[in-house]
């Protein structure tokens, strides 16, 4: 299940990502982490994968892609939500919301994959 994000906070912020890993048999467990790994860092505390992103581009339009596409295919459940940007973030943030309310809207329109055009 995916869920949307709450509204932004003032100032700079990020979208955070945080996913919990659908239970699966060993080997389908093994391919949905390999997934997970690919575009997200794994916390054994608690046990979740998580990711952030500051910035809309190619790169992270694929990530997100991989990650909607993981929650498909294996059942993984996604969180993204507005998170402030942490003390020692050398990375890109958000300074609005209109990028990322760009980004849901497309996903939004079912029957086809986030960052494909509407076919006409």
Request: some cysteine.
């Amino acid at each position: 299940m995916t869920y949307l994000p709450t509204p932004h906070l003032n100032g700079r912020w990020l979208l955070k990502i945080t996913i919990w890993a659908a239970r699966a048999d060993d080997t389908r467990w093994n391919q949905q982490c390999a997934v997970l790994r690919s575009v997200s860092s794994y916390d054994s505390v608690t046990q979740t994968w998580s990711t952030r992103i500051g910035v809309l581009d190619l790169t992270t339009v694929a990530k997100l892609q991989t990650l909607f596409d993981a929650a498909q295919t294996f059942g993984s459940e996604i969180r993204l939500e507005p998170a402030p940007v942490p003390t020692g973030w050398t990375g890109p943030s958000f300074a609005s919301d209109t990028a990322v309310a760009d980004l849901l809207t497309a996903k939004a329109d079912e029957g086809r994959p986030l960052g494909h055009l509407p076919v006409a």
